[in-house]
């Protein structure tokens, strides 16, 4: 059973910065693909970043160029760098996994920014 497990979220003024990170559990490939979501309250779920087995990296346009998604060199986990850390952005953040044609979810970290 594979299992997701975010963490390094919490509260943080604007402008500054936080590393969340995505660790698996379970029989699951080294570079699986995997993305990072953020739900703010009353919104729907959007797409922030992503990373392909192959490591290429994609943002969405509202993160781009302040957000940074990679991979640790040994073990199924990716990590999201955030910088210049906007009210906006304050959210769940959560990862998933694509895992043998299923996806699988996160329990979600709360990131809060306060201007």
């Known amino acids: 059973q594979v299992q997701l497990v975010e963490s390094g979220g919490g509260l943080v003024q604007s402008g500054g910065s936080l590393r969340l990170s995505c660790a698996a559990s379970?029989?699951?490939?080294?570079?699986?693909?995997m993305a990072w979501y953020r739900q703010a309250p009353g919104k729907q779920r959007e797409w922030v970043a992503s990373i392909s087995s192959g490591s290429d990296r994609n943002y969405a346009d509202s993160v781009k160029g302040r957000f940074t998604v990679s991979r640790h060199k040994s073990a199924p986990t990716v990590f999201l760098q955030m910088n210049h850390l906007k009210p906006e952005d304050t959210a769940v953040y959560f990862c998933?996994?694509?895992?043998?044609?299923?996806?699988?979810w996160g329990q979600g970290t709360q990131v809060t920014v306060s201007s």
């Open positions: 998933k996994a694509a895992h043998w044609g299923h996806d699988i």
């Open positions: 379970g029989n699951i490939a080294l570079r699986t693909p």
